[in-house]
């Protein structure tokens, strides 16, 4: 189901529906990323212009599409200067996520042994994503924050997820304690699509 026509948007359907036909997670999201890459740096796929407006206080999701046959959704996240997100995970669900315009950085982290009913993580790398990157997430190793890390620049990313994202948890610091975070459940909305 086509949220908003954009230009484009029957090639990047096509090329995510060849994707998710691959027999394997790993071929799945290996295809995706190298698809997504492509069209970004094409240019032929021109996401509509709400994506690149920003909502006050948080990064804005609107979803473009979510595909009734394969169950995947396809959503465009707007970060506005320094917006960003705790550590998180995507429920179990594999994703591939592009960076459209902009920059953003990704902390991976790895889930260490609990203490009681904390979480504890340890940061395992970052890179900082420009135009035309993509990356993907495949549990259990989906555990990460993304940031804007830029004082005046919005950024924009595509992420594509094996089915739809209405929610997530999120991972919180435990004042005092050192790589502890209380768990959380956090429903996600999506901002209007015009």
């Not at 090329?15 to 240019?43: F, M, W, Y």
């Not at 407006?53 to 009734?68: F, I, K, N, P």
């Not at 920059?103 to 203490?115: H, M, P, S």
């Amino acid at each position: 189901m086509l949220t908003v026509e954009f230009p484009g948007c029957r090639k990047l359907i096509d090329a995510i529906d060849t994707a998710v036909s691959k027999p394997s997670t790993h071929e799945i999201t290996d295809s995706l990323r190298n698809s997504l890459c492509q069209l970004i740096r094409g240019q032929e796929v021109k996401l509509p212009d709400c994506v690149f407006e920003t909502v006050e206080g948080r990064y804005a999701r609107r979803e473009l599409y979510r595909s009734e046959d394969h169950d995947y959704c396809v959503v465009a996240m707007t970060w506005g200067p320094g917006q960003g997100t705790p550590i998180h995970d995507h429920c179990g669900m594999w994703c591939v996520e592009g960076v459209w315009s902009g920059a953003l950085e990704v902390v991976q982290y790895e889930r260490l042994a609990d203490e009681g009913s904390q979480w504890r993580f340890q940061p395992v790398g970052s890179i900082q994503a420009g135009p035309g990157s993509a990356g993907s997430l495949i549990p259990p190793h989906e555990y990460h924050t993304i940031r804007n890390p830029s004082d005046d620049a919005v950024a924009v990313s595509l992420h594509i997820y094996s089915g739809p994202m209405t929610h997530c948890a999120i991972f919180k610091p435990v004042v005092g304690a050192t790589q502890c975070y209380e768990r959380t459940d956090r429903q996600l909305g999506l901002d209007p699509v015009h």
